[in-house]
């Protein structure tokens, strides 16, 4: 089974291979940094040729502080004026530690001394001012010899001085944080303190500046519901894993000038501190009562509910999605399912002089979908009709035509496919045609543009943490996938899974998109695509649709339509014992 990482360690280039060194603390890594070197390690383009350790940090590891007593603690505790302002945080870090599972702490530590054993490594003692570390001449002079391409930062404190230029291409390293909005720290704290829906990870080559070196690249996770910082981070922590393997690898294929070209333009700085740091008691005070409370009050009048998906169907002129206003969503009639099941993923088709929706329809009992169509008639849509079924779930039914046949594209993540049926007898007959991918991919669309065909598919790594919108294109249906060199296209949780055909308007395409920052499938935005071809993919959000086009809605996620039909999805919270009841 393909995963990310795999698609990024094979590089075809002949290239020389590239000299990676690695700066640590120690031979004890965080499982998410762990992986990172794995990918190194697997690849066929980059060795990793020296490790350079943290004296300091040795020395600690090697001679543990003495234990101390409980009143000891109480004592030095209020003799530190720093540490007594920040007192309910540590308190709340070690409340905040048990919640988090053991397998998915990012945080929880690897040790690589037997993967690494091969390697070349020298101990450096920093030259401290604070928080700063500088490198002294010699170990400057020991790490030149190497002949490094690239020093990767898992250790040490903020860098200055000539080890950023100790390597060709520099020191390159994560910042957990989205550095328009979040500098400092700590890392995904504050956007969990602010109720920023969005929590972001940059991998940087560093500079004097703190947090404002050149941007390789960023993804954007969305943050998680609650109060916890430990949950909040294993999302961007492990889905910014492969950020590392992706660059090199486009260093090693494109070159530096490839890199430059691709990092992510420098933005005005809008946080609203300039440097995060550790919040103060104050702080946790003003945050944690009103939430509190409000949870408290919550429980109270708490109902379980589940989200209910459906659709709305209308015919005459269709929504502008180039316009970039709020879309006109008047005249769209409610489709209701059986209380047992719920309607989404709708896409269209004509055929034999009707129109035709095909859907995920999804059984609350069994908690699997199966694919239903229906024709489109003056009332909504005639009787849905199961047209495609299988022992794993399916959803998200791209329907299309080629070569005057009829194919479908559903999702079958579950099974870790992407697989194509051919339409044997419409509309309720489908037939296997090929495996066309097997990892972990969801909402996979194909286009038909300048004869090649166009696959988007959303990439998930197996723990499933984060996503990425990757591009392949083939000379037929059912060739060889070839990666799109732009990939991926989109590692923001806004934009990077579908949310329906791509289609025509008024002479643009456009792709569909979801946003599922706030939750999954809260928004539909429809992209533009203004460049698409074997070298360059280039698009350009333009106009979304949010739920509060209907009342009572709290998602809507997919969009389609054929001629003057149109019709789309919207999700409402519903009783869980109205569903139990049936």
Not at 184 to 198: C, K, L
Not at 404 to 415: D, F, H, R, V
Not at 426 to 444: H, I, M, N, R, S
Not at 539 to 551: F, G, R, S, V
């Amino acid at each position: 089974m393909q995963m990310l990482s795999s698609l990024y360690r094979q590089s075809e280039s002949g290239s020389p291979s590239l000299r990676i060194g690695l700066l640590l603390d120690s031979a004890e890594l965080p499982s998410c940094f762990a992986e990172v070197v794995d990918h190194i390690l697997q690849s066929n383009f980059a060795n990793l040729e020296l490790l350079v350790f943290n004296a300091e940090e040795q020395k600690k590891a090697a001679e543990p502080p003495p234990k101390r007593s409980f009143l000891r603690k109480v004592i030095d505790l209020l003799r530190n004026s720093q540490r007594r302002r920040m007192l309910l945080f540590v308190l709340y870090q070690r409340w905040d530690r048990r919640n988090v599972v053991p397998s998915e702490d990012p945080h929880a530590l690897v040790d690589c001394s037997a993967r690494l054993k091969h390697v070349e490594s020298i101990s450096v003692n920093p030259i401290r001012t604070r928080f700063v570390h500088r490198f002294p001449a010699e170990a400057i002079e020991r790490i030149r010899e190497k002949r490094l391409d690239v020093l990767i930062r898992f250790g040490f404190n903020i860098l200055r001085g000539e080890i950023l230029t100790a390597s060709k291409y520099g020191v390159w390293s994560y910042h957990h944080g989205d550095g328009d909005y979040y500098r400092g720290g700590p890392a995904h704290f504050w956007e969990v303190y602010e109720s920023n829906p969005i929590s972001g990870v940059m991998l940087q080559v560093l500079t004097e500046e703190l947090d404002a070196g050149k941007v390789l690249c960023k993804g954007l996770f969305a943050t998680y519901p609650g109060i916890s910082r430990a949950r909040n981070c294993v999302q961007p922590y492990w889905g910014a894993t492969t950020f590392v393997i992706q660059k090199l690898h486009e260093l090693h294929r494109d070159g530096w000038d490839h890199i430059e070209r691709t990092a992510i333009p420098s933005a005005p700085y809008l946080g609203k501190k300039k440097i995060y740091t550790a919040p103060s008691n104050s702080d946790m005070l003003k945050w944690l009562g009103p939430v509190l409370i409000g949870k408290s009050l919550r429980r109270l009048v708490h109902r379980a509910t589940i989200k209910h998906w459906r659709l709305a169907i209308r015919s005459g002129a269709c929504l502008n999605p180039g316009s970039g206003s709020i879309p006109d969503m008047s005249g769209f009639r409610w489709i209701e399912s059986p209380k047992d099941r719920f309607y989404a993923d709708p896409f269209m088709l004509e055929e034999g002089g009707k129109t035709w929706a095909f859907f995920e329809d999804f059984d609350y009992v069994t908690e699997r979908g199966r694919i239903s169509c229906a024709a489109v008639e003056k009332a909504g849509i005639g009787n849905p009709v199961a047209v495609l079924e299988r022992p794993y779930h399916l959803s998200y039914p791209c329907v299309f035509r080629d070569a005057g046949a009829l194919y479908m594209i559903p999702e079958t993540g579950s099974n870790a496919t992407v697989e194509l049926y051919r339409c044997i007898r419409f509309p309720d007959k489908w037939e296997a045609e090929k495996e066309l991918f097997k990892g972990k991919a969801v909402d996979t669309t194909v286009w038909l543009h300048d004869g090649l065909y166009w696959f988007f598919t959303t990439l998930q790594e197996p723990r499933g943490f984060g996503t990425q919108l990757w591009l392949f294109y083939a000379s037929t249906l059912t060739g060889e996938w070839t990666r799109h060199p732009a990939n991926p296209i989109s590692t923001d949780v806004r934009t990077s899974r579908g949310g329906g055909a791509i289609f025509r308007d008024n002479g643009k395409l456009f792709r569909t998109s979801q946003d599922c920052s706030k939750h999954y499938g809260y928004s539909i935005t429809f992209n533009e695509i203004v460049v698409m071809d074997r070298d360059q993919y280039r698009e350009k959000p333009c106009t979304t649709i949010n739920p509060l086009w209907a009342q009572g809605l709290v998602g809507t996620h997919t969009y389609g339509r054929a001629g003057q039909v149109e019709i789309i999805d919207g999700c409402v919270p519903l009783s869980a014992d109205t569903v139990r009841s049936h």
